[in-house]
């Protein structure tokens, strides 16, 4: 059982939708992160929160929109998205963005496909 | 320059086998080493860390030279159930502090 929870596990959507993919963590910690992996390249970062205040956002496409209520849930909504956007979708957790030692956990990632 | 480089292999290996990969970081800041194992359309899990004495974790031994920036992970007697990509993360203290490897690919063969 893991301690990140990610749904949905799979999503299609067209170019016109919107959509939302959430991320729960059971761990306690404090950090949380959405990374992107596609076909053969490796993980990309999106988003960095810690404490529920975004300290991290490395250029992406307006197109995608993270929500952080609280430390134990993440949200990356979705809209107007491009095919290319396809790819695996991994929610992490980490202690905290900032710390020594910082060991991240991932869950079981929600794979999107863009039609 | 990469913050943090591997080579993406493929390795391929009879089992029974021992293999062996290094991955090189750019900062010499960094703090924190760990292997993640990932299989096939599946997250990436953590392995083992990795500490500057070194550290085996049965047929896993992890090793850290600070001097040389690079950190490697080796297997021995590899089984088929091995066959995964391994990639090294390395930490570091401010925002977006971990640095993922592209990851190596390997493939125990039969």
């Known amino acids: 059982e893991t301690g990140v929870t990610q749904t949905p596990r799979h999503l299609v959507m067209g170019m016109t939708n919107k959509k939302s993919l959430k991320c729960e963590q059971h761990?306690?910690?404090?950090?949380m992160y959405w990374y992107k992996q596609s076909a053969k390249k490796p993980l990309e970062l999106m988003f960095v929160y810690s404490l529920e205040e975004r300290v991290e956002n490395n250029s992406v496409p307006s197109r995608f929109s993270p929500e952080c209520p609280n430390s134990s849930h993440l949200f990356l909504h979705l809209h107007t998205l491009q095919p290319e956007d396809s790819a695996l979708y991994l929610c992490?957790?980490?202690?905290?963005?900032?710390?020594?030692?910082?060991?991240?956990?991932f869950g079981e990632g929600s794979w999107l496909t863009v039609v | 320059r990469k913050e943090v480089e591997q080579d993406p292999g493929p390795f391929n290996v009879p089992e029974g086998a021992t293999v062996a990969f290094n991955c090189t970081y750019s900062?010499?800041?960094?703090?924190?080493f760990f292997w993640y194992r990932q299989d096939c359309r599946k997250e990436p899990k953590l392995l083992m860390s990795?500490?500057?004495s070194g550290n085996e974790d049965g047929r896993f031994t992890a090793q850290l030279n600070r001097a040389s920036q690079y950190i490697s992970l080796l297997i021995r007697d590899s089984k088929l159930s091995d066959s995964a990509t391994y990639l090294c993360v390395v930490v570091r203290t401010g925002a977006n502090n971990l640095f993922f490897g592209t990851g190596t690919r390997l493939t125990v063969i039969p």
């Open positions: 992490a957790s980490s202690p905290g963005a900032k710390r020594a030692g910082n060991t991240i956990y």
């Open positions: 900062n010499s800041a960094s703090q924190s």
């Open positions: 761990l306690g910690h404090n950090a």
């Open positions: 990795v500490y500057s």
